[in-house]
């Protein structure tokens, strides 16, 4: 599928683009080792979104597998993954960036955030009160070890990599690359992400 609008989501920024039920898209990562942190709410009502805990309660694994949904809080599909061309290396378990994230790592003036992003995007939709889901991140690589312990790894995609999702509903799909530059998730070096809406 070629793409009929593609949207550019600048390193350590956010954009909103409006998904109509039924139409497929791509999430690219421009140059690598980039997670892009994807929301996405139902068009006609903010309050249902994508739950990262219901889609895990739908699918019975940590991440969905490709021809798999990402449900709501109100438990009906909202995406579907319908393709994924990466190393299949996703995370539905860490929390967006925000600040409080990176003062807790000492960084002591403001930064980018994955949780700004959002609001700042939603603001653009004239949505100035949006809560903050569970993020889908996206590339993320962070390994669960038998033990249950975390590692935090720079993401594995190549340049050009991408998933495609297509909307189960009429939906707001925010996408924020993500400016994480103090733990290695995107190789210490954020860069910009892709939205492409497919024919
Ligand atoms: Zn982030």
């Known amino acids: 599928m070629r793409a009929s609008e593609v949207i550019n989501v600048p390193a350590t920024e956010g954009r909103a683009v409006s998904v109509p039920a039924s139409q497929a898209f791509r ?41 798999e949904s990402f449900y709501t809080n109100r438990r009906r599909p909202i995406l579907t993954l319908e393709a994924d061309d990466t190393p299949a290396i996703h995370d539905m378990l860490i929390a967006p960036c925000d600040p409080e994230r990176y003062q807790g790592l000492g960084v002591e003036e403001w930064h980018a955030s ?42 594995q995609t190549a340049a050009g990599d991408s998933i495609t999702l297509r909307a189960e509903m009429d939906a707001i799909v925010v996408v924020s690359a993500c400016p994480q530059d103090i733990v290695p998730i995107n190789d210490r070096n954020p860069t910009s992400i892709a939205i492409e809406l497919l024919e």
């Not at 080792?33 to 979104?49: I, K, S, T």
């Open 27 to 67: 999430i690219v990562d421009v140059e690598g080792n980039q997670v892009a942190d994807l929301f996405a709410f139902n068009a006609a009502d903010v309050g249902e979104y994508h739950s990262a805990m219901h889609t895990r309660a739908g699918v019975s694994h940590l991440f969905p597998k490709v021809g």
């Open 114 to 155: 994955c949780r700004e992003n959002l609001e700042i995007a939603m603001r653009e939709l004239g949505h100035d009160h949006v809560c903050h889901p569970a993020s889908i991140n996206l590339f993320m690589n962070i390994p669960v070890a038998a033990d249950g312990s975390l590692g935090w790894e720079p993401a």
